[in-house]
C-alpha cells in the first residue's frame, strides 16, 4: 500500500451536477498530482499542486478545479459533469514535484466516477 | 509536446522467458522516465525511473529498463517471467514542467 487513500471509491452523478473527490497524501508528502483514466487507456495528467498552488496543467477545461490543504490532503472538483467524464479518477502523491529531482509519484486507488 | 508510445497493446510471454514491454518518448530537454505497473482494481505502482546516468536502470521484482537515448526508448525488461507478474504495465515521462505524461499501457499476460 502507497498511504496515499482516496474517497469516495465509486460514485454515480447525473449530467450537469458537480462532484468533489478527495484525496489524502502520503506522510511527508508535498505535491499531489490528478489524472483521469478512462477504460483502456493510460491516466491522463489533470493538473499538478504543489505547496497549495497549481504547478501544472494538463488539457482539461476549467471546470476541473482543485485544492490542496496545508496538510497537503487535496480535492479535485468536477462541474457541469458530461458524460464522458466517466473514468477512473487517480490522485498521486510524491515527495516533491514529479520531474524535479529523484521524484516518483505513489498513486492511490481511485476514484471510479459514472456519470449517467 | 510530450508524448509516450507503447507499440504493443498486448504481449505474451511463457513464465521463465525473459520478458520486454516497449517504450518510445518525445520530450523536450532532459527527460525523466518511470514505469509504474496496475493490477486490477488498484492504483498504478511505481516499478522503476530513469532520471540521470546508467542507462540500465533495476527495480523492483527483478525489473530493469534500458535508457537509450538515440532511440528516444525505455524498454521494460526481466530475465525470467513470472505468472505474477501479469498485469498492465504504463510508461511514463515527465520534465521539470512538472507535467506527466502516460502510454497507454501494455497488457502482460505470463502463461504457465
Known amino acids: 500500500e502507497t498511504g496515499v487513500t482516496q474517497s469516495p471509491t465509486h460514485l454515480i452523478k447525473t449530467r450537469g451536477q458537480q462532484v468533489t473527490l478527495r484525496c489524502s497524501s502520503q506522510?511527508?508528502?508535498?505535491?499531489v498530482s490528478w489524472y483521469q483514466q478512462a477504460l483502456g487507456q493510460g491516466p491522463q495528467f489533470i493538473f499538478q499542486y504543489y505547496r497549495e498552488e497549481e504547478n501544472g496543467r494538463g488539457n482539461f477545461p476549467p471546470r476541473f478545479s482543485g485544492l490542496q490543504f496545508p496538510n497537503y490532503s487535496s480535492e479535485l472538483n468536477v462541474n457541469a459533469l458530461e458524460l464522458d467524464d466517466s473514468a477512473l479518477y487517480l490522485c498521486?502523491?510524491?515527495?516533491?514535484?514529479?520531474?524535479?529531482?529523484?521524484?516518483?509519484?505513489?498513486f492511490g486507488q481511485g476514484t471510479r466516477l459514472t456519470v449517467v | 509536446a510530450q508524448s509516450v508510445a507503447q507499440p504493443e497493446d498486448q504481449v505474451n510471454v511463457a513464465e521463465g522467458n525473459p520478458l520486454t514491454v516497449k517504450c518510445t518518448y518525445s520530450v523536450s530537454g532532459n527527460p525523466y522516465l518511470f514505469w509504474y505497473v496496475q493490477y486490477p482494481n488498484r492504483g498504478l505502482q511505481f516499478l522503476l525511473k530513469y532520471i540521470t546516468g546508467d542507462n540500465l536502470v533495476k527495480g523492483s521484482y527483478g525489473f530493469e529498463a534500458e535508457f537509450n537515448k538515440s532511440q528516444t526508448s525505455f524498454h521494460l525488461k526481466k530475465p525470467s517471467a513470472l505468472v505474477s507478474d501479469s498485469a498492465l504495465y504504463f510508461c511514463a515521462v515527465s520534465t521539470n514542467a512538472g507535467k506527466s505524461t502516460f502510454g497507454d499501457g501494455t497488457t502482460l499476460t505470463v502463461k504457465p
Open positions: 506522510s511527508g508528502h508535498n505535491t
Open positions: 498521486a502523491s510524491s515527495r516533491d514535484r514529479v520531474g524535479v529531482g529523484n521524484t516518483e509519484a505513489f
